[in-house]
């Protein structure tokens, strides 16, 4: 061999002096397989595949589309803003001083969710201005003892359609169309449905008032009688209650003051007579009506 000539032994020589760093180099002029241990004596990390090339000459992967930029362009002016217009105040319903049926019903309402204590008039005075304004402020509302449409609403959710009664439970309803048995003679008009007898002679009304009837298992009778017997200062011997201005038209039924239906109202109930709460009204009654005279109980 010549001077720049190297043996093979040299080489191994060389490769052994080296360590064991050195790497193999296999055939194909690559690394060996992942699968292969490493130089010292442990798993290799496995290699990250290369992914083929596509044998499409001239083929390049189409690019993601971006999607579009919603960041504003500084170069470009901000729009300004519309102005805010301020919210209206809410529409007032009903406020003190007013009067009718809605009164009656907000009365009811507040009834319901004891707020009201009174029985229900019609009149929006003091009693009513200070259950709507403590109504508000327990809700977080302005207290203004006004009905407006937020403090209307408020209400409407938390309760239900008062009843006719429920609207007159102090009395007042206004009197049935009469029976047409009413319409003749002297008689006492006694309709259910409004709650009210009207004293009549000849179809003209005389007077009205209000009354209550007998419980579930005590009604008063329907019908057509006649008064056969009255009695100033009554006293029940069932019952031993008080009966003044008793006037009595089947059995034991009796139209008569209720001192019980003067002090709670419709709370209560009889035990099939008609009772009368206005003292004065019955008293004059009393004076006018005579034995025979015709009752109706209707409706």
Not at 31 to 43: C, H, L, N, Q
Not at 256 to 271: N, P
């Amino acid at each position: 061999m010549g001077k720049g000539a190297i043996s093979v032994g040299a080489v191994a020589v060389l490769v052994l002096a080296a360590g064991c760093k050195a790497a193999a180099i296999d055939t194909d002029g690559g690394r060996p397989s992942a699968s292969g241990g490493g130089g010292d004596g442990k798993p290799g990390a496995s290699a990250p595949a290369t992914p083929a090339p596509d044998p499409t000459p001239g083929r390049t992967k189409p690019s993601q589309p971006r999607e579009p930029s919603h960041a504003p362009d500084p170069s470009k002016p901000r729009e300004p803003r519309a102005p805010q217009e301020p919210q209206a105040p809410p529409k007032t319903l009903l406020a003190r001083g007013a009067h009718g049926g809605q009164v009656r019903e907000l009365q009811a309402r507040l009834r319901q969710v004891a707020w009201f204590h009174e029985n229900p008039t019609g009149t929006y005075g003091p009693a009513t201005t200070a259950a709507v304004s403590g109504f508000q402020g327990k809700r977080g509302l302005p207290r203004t003892g006004a009905v407006d449409t937020v403090t209307w609403q408020r209400l409407l959710a938390m309760t239900r359609e008062p009843t006719r009664f429920e609207r007159y439970a102090g009395g007042g309803i206004p009197p049935a169309k009469p029976d047409p048995r009413c319409l003749t003679g002297r008689v006492l008009c006694i309709a259910k449905s409004s709650r009210t007898l009207t004293w009549m002679v000849n179809g003209k009304a005389r007077s009205t008032m209000d009354v209550r009837f007998g419980a579930q298992y005590t009604p008063t009778r329907e019908g057509t009688f006649s008064v056969y017997w009255k009695s100033r200062h009554h006293v029940s011997t069932l019952f031993h209650t008080a009966m003044p201005y008793a006037m009595f038209f089947s059995g034991g039924q009796a139209v008569h003051y209720s001192s019980d239906f003067a002090a709670t109202g419709y709370g209560g109930a009889s035990h099939g007579c008609v009772n009368v709460r206005d003292e004065k009204k019955i008293a004059k009654l009393f004076g006018e009506v005579r034995k025979g005279d015709k009752v109706v109980v209707y409706k």
